[in-house]
């Protein structure tokens, strides 16, 4: 069959399109200025679990309010909790943008004996009462799309809140109820 191998290659290359259109946004540490850091532990991938937080501080609309908020979290997590970055492995913005965290390959420190099998990803701002914006939902769901195409997270992964796995509020009760219909959740 003289035509197998185009056949081939024409699979590849809509293979490659349909995961890099899956991907967010993602600000990557150095184009948000993050600190130097010296984690060790790398992720087992693709992990089985995704884990959805809040950082139940304020809100950012802009991509310069998301870094400023960015920073002061990484700092915290740095200087005060003595961690060795940002414990998140992504952030997410109600800009509609993900800012990296931990990323794809390293263990997070998010929660407390599930960090080294999932990716924990955080919405930034407070969401008891209220979600985050359209935007921030619809870009961390691309994100676990992103993570899946990649090899990063299971096909069939887990999907949960914070609270699923530890004593806390997070990720609030108006996006834990929220997070219910995306698909995989299971507490
Ligand atoms: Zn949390």
């Known amino acids: 069959m003289v035509s197998h191998g185009c056949h081939e290659r024409q699979e590849n290359k809509a293979i490659y399109t349909l995961s890099s259109e899956r991907c967010p946004n993602i600000i990557s540490k150095s184009a948000w200025g993050a600190k130097k850091t010296s984690c060790r532990d790398r992720l087992s991938n693709p992990v089985p679990w995704v884990i959805i937080h809040h950082t139940a501080g304020a809100s950012c609309n802009t991509k310069a309010s998301c870094i400023s908020q960015v920073k002061g979290i990484q700092n915290f997590h740095m200087n005060s909790n003595k ?105």
């Open 83 to 187: 961690w060795c970055d940002v414990g998140y492995n992504f952030l997410v913005g109600n800009d509609g943008s993900v800012y990296e965290g931990r990323g794809w390959t390293m263990v997070g420190a998010h929660a407390k004996g599930s960090n080294s099998k999932s990716i924990g990803i955080s919405f930034i701002g407070d969401y008891m009462t209220k979600l985050p914006s359209q935007a921030a939902l619809n870009a961390a769901k691309r994100l676990i799309s992103c993570g899946v195409s990649k090899r990063m997270i299971q096909p069939n992964y887990t999907l949960k809140g914070h609270r699923n796995v530890g004593s806390t509020d997070c990720p609030g009760n108006a996006l834990y109820n929220n997070i219910k219909s995306w698909g995989r959740f299971k507490a």
